[in-house]
């Protein structure tokens, strides 16, 4: 019985994780336009709200802004740096909410993409996290997702597969 059960679901993972049923270069990057728009938006929106609160921080003499700006280089630049960290914290805060929400980007929920490990599982959220971090460094490598094997250098080091 229990060799049935793992045959059983041997070739339910080899179904899974077949070359057809893995997600390609253009699906890839519709996926990878629609979390660019949300991501931007949400950066930019976060950017406004800090620069503004930098503005009002600022003890510059002046009311101009190309002043103000000059003056918090040279003498506040320690406003630049919080500024900074809180993108940055906004930002891995978003992947972090992704991973912890059913391991699936804004733009993997619109056009119906999932990630699974080799055992045909859902990743962990560690495995699921580094491999959203490593798409922004191994960027160049997504050219892979071309190919026949249809998995890009990310997904390899990770062990994860991305299935339409």
């Known amino acids: ?33 629609f979390d660019f728009i949300f991501v931007s938006l949400l950066l930019i929106i976060t950017s406004a709200i800090t620069t503004s609160w930098m503005i009002v ?7 101009n802004i190309e002043y103000i700006r000059r003056y918090m280089w040279e003498n506040e630049f320690h406003l630049y740096l919080i500024n900074w960290v809180i993108i940055f914290l906004v930002f891995l805060a978003l992947h972090v909410i992704y ?9 993997m929920r619109m056009v119906d993409l ?7 599982e859902q990743p962990s959220a560690f495995q699921f996290f580094t491999r959203e971090m490593l798409k922004y460094v191994l960027f160049p490598f997504f050219i892979m997702s071309f ?6 250098l ?4 990770t062990k994860t597969y991305l299935i339409k």
Not at 7 to 24: S, T
């Open 114 to 120: 999932y990630v699974y490990n080799e055992h045909a």
């Open 57 to 63: 921080q600022s003890e510059s003499p002046s009311d």
């Open 1 to 33: 019985m229990n060799e049935e059960l793992a045959n059983n679901n041997q070739v339910w993972v080899g179904k899974l994780l077949n070359r057809d049923q893995r997600a390609g270069g253009i699906i890839r990057l519709c996926a990878g336009f």
């Open 99 to 107: 991973t912890v929400k059913g391991r699936r980007s804004i733009g």
């Open 154 to 157: 990310y997904d390899i080091v």
């Open 147 to 152: 190919g026949k094997n249809k998995r890009t």
